[in-house]
């Protein structure tokens, strides 16, 4: 069974940073689009940023130039660079895998595996 496990959540203060992790396991970690979504309280879940198996990485409009997504297919680990966070990051990170082979999806409905989620709360 596909395992995806996040650290790095907690609490920090706005203007802070975080960095949270993502480790596979039980997949081919290198044929995957790894991808970051987050869910506040009464809302939807929301597109944070991909990263494509070749490195190619996309971001929601909202965390563009603030985070970051990089990824280590030897140690099956994806990571997800926050700066600058604002009290409006707060939520429940999750990151997620997609088996498409061309581009990343936007849509939690695109990814087939999902982690358990880390919470990051951001104070003002």
């Known amino acids: 069974q596909v395992q995806l496990v996040e650290s790095g959540g907690g609490l920090v203060q706005a203007g802070g940073s975080l960095r949270l992790s993502c480790a596979a396991s039980r997949i081919t970690f290198s044929r995957y689009v790894m991808g970051w979504f987050r869910q506040a309280p009464g809302l939807e879940r929301e597109f944070v940023g991909a990263i494509t198996n070749g490195g190619r990485t996309y971001y929601g409009d909202s965390v563009k130039g603030r985070f970051t997504i990089s990824r280590d297919n030897a140690k099956n680990t994806v990571w997800l660079q926050m700066n600058s966070l604002k009290s409006e990051d707060t939520g429940v990170y999750y990151c997620?895998?997609?088996?498409?082979?061309?581009?990343?999806?936007?849509?939690?409905?695109?990814?087939?595996?999902w982690g358990q989620g880390t919470q990051v709360t951001v104070s003002s």
């Open positions: 997620a895998a997609d088996s498409r082979r061309l581009g990343a999806g936007t849509e939690a409905d695109d990814y087939d595996y």
